[in-house]
């Protein structure tokens, strides 16, 4: 769980967040044929502090997540401020 707080901790920082939730999914896809278990499977909520090109955001996060740890799926939920 430590990982998952220093990639909260980084990208609210590196994106300037308001708020940022990340859950850890991979108990919902353990069954699934594609399943890798060395690989998180996450969900994030994202406020931003203030109103930002969305499509930007996205790929920032996406790709600051994916250098940081290893990820197999990521669903990113961006809240209006």
């Not at 920082?13 to 690989?39: G, I, P, R, W, Y």
């Amino acid at each position: 769980m430590n990982q998952f707080n220093d990639l909260t901790t980084m990208l609210i920082k590196a994106c300037d967040l308001k708020s940022l939730k990340v859950t850890d999914e991979s108990h919902l896809h353990a069954n699934h044929q594609q399943f890798q278990a060395k690989k998180a499977y996450l969900r994030m909520i994202v406020t931003p502090h203030q109103k930002v090109n969305r499509l930007a955001l996205h790929r920032k996060i996406l790709q600051l997540a994916f250098d940081f740890m290893p990820i197999h799926a990521l669903s990113i939920q961006i809240n209006t401020p």
